[in-house]
């Protein structure tokens, strides 16, 4: 199957699947900003929280951010294929 969608695609299937394409990409780049940013930004008392008997922001800076930015690529990945079918759907149905 090819997951190219077909040249012929009305402009407002094409808008709708921008739309959700650039809604998903800043709400991942939102929560990896957060992360990044409340990680060194509250460093000093997410170190009073211990895990482990390692201190939280240590944790959050060693594995917990890298965790995150994995599954944030994982998501990503995962969702851009039914956004492309979504696009190829619409385009074969003529919408």
Same mark, same amino acid.
């Given at each position: 199957?090819?997951?190219?969608?077909?040249?012929?695609?009305?402009?407002?299937?094409?808008?709708?699947?921008?739309?959700?394409?650039?809604?998903?990409?800043?709400? /991942?780049? *939102?929560?990896?900003?957060?992360?990044?940013?409340?990680?060194?930004?509250?460093?000093?008392?997410?170190?009073?929280? *211990?895990? /482990?008997?390692? *201190?939280? *922001?240590?944790?959050?800076?060693?594995?917990?951010?890298?965790?995150?930015?994995?599954?944030?690529?994982?998501?990503?990945?995962?969702?851009?294929?039914?956004?492309?079918?979504?696009?190829?759907?619409?385009?074969?149905?003529?919408?």
């Amino acid at each position: 199957m090819d997951a190219r969608p077909s040249v012929n695609i009305s402009p407002a299937v094409r808008r709708a699947y921008w739309l959700r394409t650039r809604r998903m990409t800043l709400v /991942l780049l *939102s929560i990896w900003f957060t992360v990044t940013f409340s990680v060194i930004f509250f460093a000093r008392e997410l170190s009073e929280i *211990s895990i /482990l008997g390692w *201190s939280f *922001s240590y944790y959050m800076a060693a594995q917990g951010t890298i965790f995150i930015y994995v599954l944030l690529v994982g998501l990503y990945a995962w969702r851009m294929p039914h956004l492309d079918k979504m696009l190829n759907d619409a385009s074969n149905n003529g919408k």
